[in-house]
């Protein structure tokens, strides 16, 4: 493990999570990101459909679930910017992407736990950008396997 924490919640932390705007922002958890104020200010979620539980799949199936995510979202009501989430590192492939602007963030966990993703990036109104696990965090399973 890595010090202080659980390797997955350590490579969540470090990613880079952009939305495609010109320019393009990019979000790092636990920043504020004050020019997401001027275009979103009531904040919004950065969900990806991709790698479910953090398993790699193949391109079409990451493909095809990202599809299934924007037509979950426009059946909902709400409208999305394209994303991508970032590996500094490179060990971890690119991953599609949305930003949902003003998506509550309990619509945003239902939304993650129904395409099974581990957590999503939230801003409120003061843009700082939260990562917030669907269940227990690996650090908190960690602690009760150690």
């Given at each position: 493990m890595t010090p202080g924490g659980h390797p997955l919640d350590a490579a969540y932390r470090a990613a880079h999570y952009r939305i495609e705007t010109a320019p393009p922002l990019i979000l790092r958890i636990g920043q504020a990101h004050p020019a997401l104020a001027a275009r979103f200010p009531h904040g919004g979620v950065f969900l990806t459909a991709c790698n479910p539980r953090s398993?790699?799949?193949?391109?079409?199936?990451?493909?095809?679930?990202?599809?299934?995510?924007c037509r979950a979202v426009e059946r909902a009501?709400?409208?999305?910017?394209?994303?991508?989430?970032?590996?500094?590192?490179?060990?971890?492939?690119?991953?599609?992407?949305?930003w949902i602007p003003g998506?509550?963030?309990?619509?945003?966990?239902?939304?993650?736990?129904?395409?099974?993703?581990?957590?999503?990036?939230?801003?409120?109104?003061?843009?700082?950008?939260?990562?917030?696990?669907?269940?227990?965090?690996?650090?908190?399973?960690?602690?009760h396997i150690c």
């Open positions: 398993r790699r799949l193949r391109p079409a199936a990451n493909a095809r679930r990202m599809r299934a995510l009501g709400h409208t999305w910017l394209p994303g991508r989430g970032l590996d500094p590192h490179g060990s971890w492939p690119d991953e599609p992407s949305l998506l509550p963030l309990e619509s945003g966990l239902r939304l993650a736990r129904r395409f099974d993703q581990n957590a999503l990036v939230w801003c409120g109104p003061d843009t700082v950008a939260r990562l917030v696990w669907t269940g227990p965090s690996p650090t908190a399973q960690a602690r």
